[in-house]
C-alpha cells in the first residue's frame, strides 16, 4: 500500500500571499488541521497548521500579528512521495507528531494523508478487502486461478497453476490494495492438504 492509495485529493490549499484570516476560516469551515501551501505553479512550498495559527495570534512576546500565510507557514513542508510506503508514511507520522502530511508527485502537491484517511483504510471489512484483492487478480491471471481469504487485513492467496513468480506478482498486487497489511500466497497443493487436514 503506498500513499497515492490513502491520500486524500483533490485538497484545499492556501499561497503564499493568502490572507491569514482567510486560511483561518478554511480550516475552520472544512475541519483541517493544516494547509499545504503551493505555489503558482502547484509545487509545495510549505504547510500552515491550526498550531502556527494559534502561536501567531498568541505570541510569547507582544507584536504584530501575521497578514498572509507566507508569514506563519512551516516551509519546506514534510512531504512524502505518491509512491511511498504506507508504513513509512506511518512510522513518520507517529514519530513527528503529525496530523496530517503532503503528498507530492514530482515536486507538485498530489494529495494529502491525514490520520482520519489512515483509519479509514484500515477500517475496510476483511470481506471488502478480499473482494478487492479477487478483482486485482482476476486481471492478473483469471478469477479461476485464485482462492483468496482475508482475515484482520492479512491476505493468504492460493494459487491454483503453481507458479512461484506469478505467486509473488500477486502478493504484489494483494499489498497494493488499500487495508491490506500483509499478503502471502501458497501453491494449490496446500489448499488441498489443508482441506484433507
Known amino acids: 500500500m503506498r500513499a497515492r492509495d490513502i491520500m486524500s485529493h483533490p485538497v484545499i490549499t492556501a499561497k503564499p500571499g493568502t ?18 501551501v503551493v505555489d503558482d505553479d502547484g509545487a509545495l512550498v510549505g504547510i500552515v497548521s491550526e498550531e502556527d495559527f494559534v502561536a501567531d495570534r498568541f505570541p510569547q512576546e507582544p507584536r ?19 509512491n511511498a510506503g504506507a508504513r513509512q508514511l506511518a512510522r513518520m507520522m507517529v514519530e513527528r ?14 494529495g494529502i494523508v491525514t490520520r ?20 486485482r487478480l482476476a486481471v492478473f491471471g483469471g478469477p479461476e486461478r485464485w482462492v483468496v481469504d482475508v482475515r484482520d487485513g492479512e491476505a493468504t492467496i492460493i494459487d ?8 509473488e506478482v500477486a502478493v504484489i498486487l ?7 497489511v500483509r499478503a502471502r500466497s501458497y501453491a494449490g497443493e496446500i489448499e488441498r492438504q489443508e482441506e484433507q487436514a
Open 19 to 36: 490572507p491569514v484570516k482567510t486560511a483561518e476560516l478554511l480550516l475552520s469551515q472544512h475541519g483541517y488541521t493544516a494547509l499545504p
Open 64 to 82: 504584530k500579528p501575521a497578514r498572509t500565510v507566507g508569514e506563519v507557514m512551516t516551509s519546506p513542508a514534510a512531504a512524502v512521495d505518491v
Open 97 to 110: 507528531h503529525m496530523r496530517s502530511v503532503p503528498v507530492t508527485d514530482r515536486g507538485r502537491l498530489a
Open 174 to 180: 494483494a499489498e497494493g490494495v488499500p487495508g491490506i
Open 116 to 135: 482520519h484517511d489512515f483509519l479509514r483504510v484500515l477500517a475496510r471489512p476483511d470481506q471488502v478487502l478480499a473482494r478487492d484483492v479477487e478483482q
Open 160 to 167: 491454483r497453476y503453481d507458479s512461484p513468480k506469478d505467486r
